[in-house]
């Protein structure tokens, strides 16, 4: 049975209720009942909608990376460098992160639980953690600077990768204008597009195509698998390396 205009009218109000308190309140203070009650419906009917508090922080993901997208679209639709682009793009991030900064601290606390909805790799993550991943598909597809083909298909994950650790930076920046965050973007920026230029040299592509093995066999969505020299101590009957 599809939703009625008055159930879709509610389910946003309260989506627009919740958003706004965890902005301003932060995660602990917004529970379901408080939204409930700011909203103007009962608590079931808000878990009728919701089924839980991470419900609603996914609610807040889909408006940040929603604001990250466009706060970065005209730096994706002006081509340039794979440096200019990728400072662009995290610098967007910083700007639109930024009315959360307060409550940073405690949205990473619940992100890092063991098994947490909240999780960016988790499966309830994965409509806002697409829209992220794609900025950095674009940024590579788009990009002036020759990047090797081997190197082209991983590139937006790694980068994405890396965005998530300038956020976890920028959760404990205190400094005006998160100015130690927009420095370590525009250094990391330039970084990596050193790096793609020079991995199309002959001497580094073994080192590159080693970072990108272990970027692959420790990643959270991918499969466990025992690496080579375990296995073999395994069969051998000997401890692991580190036992």
Request: aromatic share 6%; proline share 6%.
């Amino acid at each position: 049975m599809s939703a009625t205009p008055k159930s879709e009218r509610t389910r946003a109000h309260l989506r627009d209720v919740a958003v706004r308190m965890l902005r301003d309140v932060g995660y602990e203070r917004t529970t379901m009942r408080a939204v409930a009650a700011e909203a103007g419906v009962s608590t079931g009917n808000a878990y009728y909608h919701f089924p839980s508090k991470d419900a609603l922080v996914q609610e807040l993901y889909l408006e940040v990376q929603r604001e990250h997208a466009e706060r970065a679209a005209p730096v994706l639709a002006a081509g340039g460098s794979l440096t200019d682009r990728l400072r662009g793009v995290w610098g967007a991030a910083v700007d639109a992160f930024a009315p959360f900064h307060a409550f940073g601290g405690e949205f990473v606390s619940v992100a890092i639980r063991p098994g947490s909805d909240a999780s960016p790799f988790s499966a309830a993550s994965a409509a806002s953690r697409d829209l992220s991943r794609d900025l950095f598909e674009q940024v590579v597809a788009g990009t002036q600077t020759r990047v090797p083909e081997r190197l082209r298909s991983e590139l937006p994950e790694l980068l994405w990768l890396a965005q998530l650790g300038i956020t976890l930076f920028w959760v404990h920046d205190t400094s005006p204008g998160f100015a130690r965050t927009r420095r370590l973007v525009d250094g990391g920026a330039s970084l990596v597009g050193s790096l793609v230029r020079l991995s199309r040299l002959p001497v580094a592509r073994g080192v590159v195509d080693d970072a990108l093995r272990l970027v692959r066999a420790v990643h959270p969505g991918a499969p466990w698998t025992s690496p080579p020299e375990d296995a073999a101590r395994e069969r051998a009957g000997e401890p692991e390396a580190g036992a």
